[in-house]
C-alpha cells in the first residue's frame, strides 16, 4: 500500500503542470512507462553503493542517461510531442553561513557569499539556500564543540535574501561533522531516533526565532544514515541530496515521493561546478527535459574560482529555474493537499 501511494503521489508530481490544467487525467498515468519512472527503489547495499558512486565518478552513471530518460520515456507515452519543453529548474545553493564561515571568514564569510548572490539575483535566478542557526570553529573535528549564533552581518544578509525572494531550506544545526573521514562527514547520521529527533527539532527552533520555518530539509555535508528517513520525513515536505548521498543512500531517481518526503538529489554534473551545470543544462534543453530538474551549486568553490563561469551559467538558468514556492505547491499537489 505505502508502495501505491508513492507511486501515485510521484506520477502526479511528474505530471503536475499537466494535471493542474487539465491536460492529462490521472486515469492517464497507469501505464507501465509511468509507472516505472514513478517507482522509488529501495536503499541498496553498502556494497552497491559504493559501486554506485565509482560509476558516478567515472561518468557511467549519470542522471541524463538513468533518469531523464526514462521520465521524458513516461511523459512521451502520455503526451506525445507535447512532453518536450524546457527544463525546470529548481535550483540550490548550499549553503549559508558556509560550515567555514568561523575558521575562514576572509574566504567563505558573508562578504563573499554576497558577491555570489549578487551574481545570481542580477540576473533573476531563483534559487534556495539551506540555513544553519549555529556556526561551528572547527566544523570538521568530531570533538571540537564551540560554535556561535549569527551574527549581525549573516541577519541582515537573510533579510536581504529574503526581500529578494530567495527561499530557505534547514541546513541542520551547526555542520558539527560526527565523522572525521572526508567521504564519512555528516551531522546526522549515527544519531539514534531520539537524538536526531532533538537536534532536528533545536534547529527547527533557532531557526523560526529568525522568521524562517522551512518545508525543506537540506541534510549537511549531504548524508545521513537511510535508516533517518522517517524521521526526516516527519518533519519536511522536501529533503535534498547531493552527489555525497550516494554512499549513504544510493543513487535513486529524483524527485520522488519516499514515505511523508519528495526526495530531491542533484547528482553529477547538476551537482558539480558553475561550467559543468552550464554544458548540462545545454544539454537538457537540447534533449526538451520537461522535468523538475534538481541543481546544486557550492558557491564556496564558486568564489574560489572566481565568478565568470557563474555569471555565465545564471544568464542561462535564470529563464530556466523555477520559484521554489511553484515546486513546493506542485508536491503539496502531489500529495493530495490541493484538489486540481
Avoid: C
Amino acid at each position: 500500500m505505502a508502495a501505491d501511494q508513492d507511486s501515485e503521489r510521484s506520477r502526479r508530481l511528474l505530471f503536475a503542470p499537466e494535471l493542474e490544467t487539465g491536460t492529462v487525467r490521472m486515469a492517464d498515468l497507469a501505464r507501465a512507462e509511468v509507472r516505472a519512472a514513478a517507482q522509488s527503489k529501495r536503499v541498496p547495499s553498502a556494497l552497491s553503493r559504493r559501486y554506485q558512486g565509482s560509476l558516478m565518478r567515472r561518468g557511467a552513471l549519470r542522471y541524463e542517461t538513468e533518469t531523464v530518460e526514462q521520465m521524458m520515456r513516461a511523459r512521451r507515452t502520455v503526451l506525445g510531442d507535447a512532453a518536450s519543453g524546457p527544463p525546470r529548474l529548481v535550483v540550490r545553493v548550499d549553503a549559508f553561513p558556509h560550515p567555514l564561515a568561523a575558521d575562514e571568514p576572509g574566504r567563505y564569510g558573508t562578504e563573499r557569499f554576497r558577491s555570489v548572490h549578487d551574481v545570481l539575483a542580477s540576473a533573476g535566478v531563483n534559487y534556495l539556500t539551506p540555513v544553519a542557526p549555529r556556526v561551528s570553529r572547527r566544523p570538521l573535528d568530531p570533538r571540537g564543540q564551540d560554535w556561535r549564533p549569527l551574527d549581525d552581518g549573516e541577519l541582515e544578509q537573510l533579510a536581504e535574501l529574503r526581500r529578494d525572494g530567495v527561499a530557505f531550506g534547514a541546513g541542520g544545526l551547526d555542520h558539527r561533522t560526527r565523522r572525521g573521514a572526508a567521504r564519512r562527514r555528516s551531522e546526522l547520521a549515527g544519531l539514534r531516533n531520539e537524538a536526531l529527533a532533538e537536534r532536528l527539532d533545536l534547529a527547527a527552533e533557532e531557526l523560526a526565532a529568525a522568521a524562517i520555518r522551512p518545508d525543506v530539509l537540506v541534510p549537511p555535508w549531504g548524508r545521513f544514515g537511510w535508516r533517518q528517513w522517517p524521521e526526516l520525513a516527519k518533519r519536511y515536505s522536501v529533503i535534498g541530496g547531493r552527489r555525497e548521498s550516494v554512499g549513504t543512500f544510493g543513487y535513486h531517481d529524483g524527485p520522488l515521493w519516499r514515505g511523508e518526503a519528495v526526495w530531491m538529489p542533484a547528482y553529477s554534473p547538476l551537482h558539480g561546478t558553475a561550467a559543468e551545470v552550464l554544458a548540462a543544462v545545454r544539454r537538457l534543453e537540447e534533449l526538451g527535459a520537461a522535468l523538475w530538474v534538481p541543481v546544486v551549486l557550492d558557491w564556496g568553490r564558486e568564489t574560489d574560482a572566481g565568478l565568470e563561469d557563474l555569471a555565465e551559467l545564471s544568464g542561462r538558468m535564470a529563464p530556466l529555474s523555477t520559484d521554489w514556492e511553484v515546486f513546493l505547491e506542485a508536491v503539496r499537489f502531489s500529495r493530495g493537499s490541493i484538489e486540481p
